[in-house]
């Protein structure tokens, strides 16, 4: 494994630096790639206790437009690991809250801040906020896309199987930001990505192109079904996320009826591969998208994947701040 002189040299990769990280679409599959060894050599380093502290003096401002547990620590945390500083911002308690304009904001905060993390409702508020803000502006979840997420995934795949290319990543349930995430993430690694959603709740068109263009370009390919079983069928790893996120509340009970053919439990993982690993970004709801067998289970891998948002995420604020 590496050691904290390979962790120096490699997190200083010029084409990342002072970069925004809105979404996966605006990276070179080679970054991507080099992101997830980057997390992979960092979460070493870490085991072995050492924790080189690349951002001394720096500070993150962290803005929620929503709730969170594993994005709010784990940046916090890692800003910590990195020598630098977290500042947690309530958008509720910002002037921003009572309307103060996003590009005013921006401006704001990049006389103070050497990196903003946000999550928001709208994507395009946070594409206004980066365009008016002169520090690397971080997409922490927004209803398009939570490309954090994604590098945390693809991170806990690599570790379980070795290598991602030619893997069959199954995700299964809403067409939502973290589906989203996730694909673009796994067609930049070249794995075989299927998407199963309910009529209704397909995973966005104009993204679902991209993708396919940019798996195509690595070996690999994206297909989209209303056939669970189909998408499960000797998947490697299957993925669901809840079938309400957050702000839809409203939708539930009749996503209740809808997502009913798309649970996760031991009749569909009975399709994939035997050591298929099953991932979830969490919050998760035990019976409802997935039940407790397949969750609680031994291809569960949840808490790993939750563990490595830590890792991702300072490969990320290491390489762009
Ligand atoms: N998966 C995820 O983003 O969790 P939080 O909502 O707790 O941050
Ligand atoms: N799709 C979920 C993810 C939560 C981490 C939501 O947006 O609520």
Redesign the pocket.
Known sequence: MTNNNQTKSLIEKESLKGRDFLTLLDYSSEEIAYLLQLAYDMKQDTLAGKKPPVLAGKTLGMIFEK??????ISFEVGMIHLGGHGLFMNARDLQIGRGESVSDTGKVLSQFLDGVMIRAKSHKMVEELAEHTTVPVING?TDLF?PC?AMADLLTIKEVKGDLKGQKLSYIGDGNNVAHSLVIAGAHMGMNVAVATPKGYEYHAGLLEKAKKIAEANGGSVTATYDPIEAATDADAIYTDVWTSMGQEEEAAKRLIDFKDFQINDQLVGHAKKDYVFLH???AHREEEVTASVIDGENSYVFQQAGNRLHAQKAVLASLL
């Open positions: 709730h969170s547990t594993r994005t709010r979840l939570h997420q970004c969490l919050p």
